[in-house]
């Protein structure tokens, strides 16, 4: 049993060294995959826009420290908001390079508010941002409300922490498939 825990206690400890550097792997599983996540996106948005043009800049989000999440009522099959920070984004980390794997499961988890306005389709597009335990990294998980909900009247301000809990699945946009929780509860929390 000593042998057992001192085993996972390795493991948890490289694959936390590991989280960040992983990320260049993981991102070229997804491209291989043409699974795209919300980092992909809000990245390739940065970079590819124009001056002049409408899409949504990203602002720095909020310190860890800082945040006081929503307690969200809602039965999952997979609780992120009950892992360490490590293991949350390892989880995603999975949701992104084997997607189908999670396709139809119920997840909750809990992050901060972003979005970014597609400027050619005029497309909203939610996320909920997940760092890793050492804010260096973060992973967003696309979410679609169950309510009709219009931004920005009825959403909180980006960087504001949120609870979010909803039902797996993959979608295409053209020749790339990207992952997002559909039919999603929301909750709002503090800074």
């Known amino acids: 049993m000593k042998r057992l825990s001192v085993l996972?206690?390795?493991?948890?400890?490289?694959?936390?060294?590991?989280?960040?550097?992983?990320?260049?792997?993981?991102?070229?599983?997804?491209?291989?995959?043409?699974?795209?996540t919300v980092s992909d996106v809000l990245s390739a948005a940065k970079e590819t826009t124009a001056p002049g043009t409408t899409a949504t800049q990203i602002p720095t989000q909020v310190p860890q420290a800082n945040l006081t999440y929503p307690k969200l009522d809602y039965k999952a099959e997979l609780d992120l908001t009950s892992m360490s920070n490590t293991l949350i984004y390892s989880e995603v980390s999975n949701m992104m390079t084997t997607p189908n794997d999670y396709n139809g499961k119920t997840v909750k988890t809990n992050g901060t508010f972003d979005v970014y306005v597609d400027p050619k389709t005029d497309t909203y597009y939610y996320a909920c941002i997940i760092q890793d335990a050492t804010a260096c990294c973060s992973q967003g998980i696309e979410f679609v409300p169950k309510k009709d909900m219009k931004y920005p009247d009825d959403f909180p301000e980006v960087g504001t922490p949120i609870a979010i809990g909803g039902e797996?699945?993959?979608?295409?946009?053209?020749?790339?498939?990207?992952?997002r929780l559909k039919n999603a509860e929301v909750a709002i929390g503090k800074v």
């Open 168 to 179: 797996f699945e993959t979608y295409k946009e053209g020749d790339k498939q990207y992952i």
């Open 8 to 36: 996972m206690t390795a493991i948890l400890l490289a694959l936390s060294a590991a989280g960040c550097g992983a990320s260049q792997t993981t991102d070229a599983k997804a491209a291989g995959n043409k699974t795209k």
